[in-house]
């Protein structure tokens, strides 16, 4: 180590790069990552650990044994530096071997895939189950050990609803549900991804969201005498309404019967208005948080003269960021617009008015979402970043105007005839 040392390759992150007396009585720190590694048993109709065995070797990156005359009974073969040659399964980075598991009577290919972009689980399912069935045994589910990344469910949902030919813009909760059930993670015992999977188990709980209420309760709480949510977060919500509606008719259009070969035109149609719509929920939130923040700071002490200034600093940019956070929500009820106009054109008539109906909500929203701009933005001393912040922001509505009328006059054509 000390011959590395003040070389490039081997720098440290942190700490001297030069071998001497300190560093000698102190050591050193290596610390390593990797990616996620997913622990994954597939149940089999057998209980025989001999076939499970068998089909572990064929799929995992280590393989099997050459043996001699191709027989299970040949000596393994070795290589000229006396290394057993092996026959490489077919699934890299992963490690499996077959057992039998006395508490649920059957075998079990056990697997470690130690790099899931290279192998993702549906691929390495896809896999076992090809294996298995050309060895007479069939995979009738799996169970993952531990913790996994959200990414995994998704790509598997995902990748099974275009097996499908059905669209891949549902809610995350669809996609999920079809990923569990197409790998049948729920066949020896209930699967929750919300206590499997990382990103649902950090997530902050301690504050209630606006967007996890019932309707009913997020319209009580919006007539309250509680000042938010206000304007801004049903902006918000209506621009979320409007990119819902035209996910909804590129759904039903991806499944109506013969247009089966558009599916996944209207299945990209669908993503995309999903995204924009899991925006402007986020927006729904973010925009009450603005709020809160401006009151926060307009509470802060005003004794001295640096608490003064501290305070009309504080209130300055929370103004600020009230002031970007419904623009953000103009921007985006705007990209709603291609979604919904491509509905009315393209999609299901039978859901021309929904397309219609979507137009109006992002109108709204942009509309909506324009007043606190302008409201928030008139106590700001930034005059440099008011004038241009209001400029875009009335070109964005001028904007959305026209596309709501051009939406309605191609909607009430379809209607019409």
């Not at 048993?41 to 064929?58: E, K, Q």
């Amino acid at each position: 180590m000390s011959s590395r040392l003040g070389t490039e390759q081997w720098k440290p992150d942190f700490g001297p790069n030069e071998w001497n007396e300190h560093v000698a009585h102190t050591g050193a720190t290596q610390v390593g990552a990797r990616d996620f590694l997913v622990a994954i048993n597939y149940n089999l109709n057998t209980t025989s650990t001999r076939r499970a065995n068998a089909i572990a070797f064929d799929v995992r990156e280590k393989g099997r044994p050459m043996r001699e005359g191709g027989k299970v009974t040949g000596k393994p073969m070795k290589d000229e530096n006396g290394n057993t040659i092996m026959i490489p399964g077919t699934l890299k980075a992963t490690k499996a071997i077959g057992w039998f598991i006395e508490d649920y009577g059957i075998a079990q290919v056990s697997m470690n895939i130690t790099n899931i972009s290279i192998s993702p689980v549906h691929v390495c399912f896809e896999e076992v189950c090809a294996k298995a069935a050309a060895r007479g045994v069939r995979v009738t589910g799996c169970e993952i050990v531990g913790l996994i990344p959200k990414k995994v469910l998704m790509d598997a949902g995902k990748f099974y609803l275009a097996k499908q030919q059905r669209s891949l813009g549902v809610s995350e909760e669809e996609i999920m549900k079809i990923a569990v059930k197409s790998m049948g993670l729920d066949d020896l015992k209930p699967f929750n991804p919300k206590e499997k999977v990382i990103e649902y188990l950090i997530e902050d709980h301690s504050q209630k969201k606006l967007v996890d209420m019932t309707c009913t309760g997020f319209a009580n709480e919006t007539a309250s005498e509680s000042p938010a949510p206000g304007g801004g977060s049903i902006s918000a919500y209506m621009g979320a309404l409007g990119a819902s509606l035209a996910t909804m008719v590129a759904n039903l259009s991806s499944h109506k019967p013969g247009w089966d070969e558009r599916w996944e035109e209207f299945s990209n149609w669908a993503v995309k208005g999903q995204a924009i719509k899991d925006e402007l929920l986020e927006l729904v939130d973010e925009d009450t948080n603005a709020f809160n923040t401006i009151m926060a700071a307009f509470g802060l002490p005003k004794k001295t003269d640096e608490e003064k200034a501290a305070r009309t600093q504080a209130i300055q940019d929370a103004t600020k960021y009230a002031t970007e956070v419904p623009f953000h929500t103009m921007k985006a009820a705007f990209k709603a617009f291609e979604v919904v106009r491509a509905m009315a054109e393209t999609g299901n008539p039978n859901s021309v008015t929904d397309a219609g109906v979507g137009a109006l909500c992002a109108r709204s929203a942009v509309m909506g979402a324009h007043l606190n701009v302008k409201i928030n933005a008139a106590s700001l001393k930034d005059e440099a970043f008011k004038a241009q912040i209001l400029k875009e922001a009335a070109e964005i509505e001028a904007a959305a105007l026209k596309e709501e009328a051009e939406i309605l006059e191609i909607v009430n054509k379809v209607i019409y005839g």
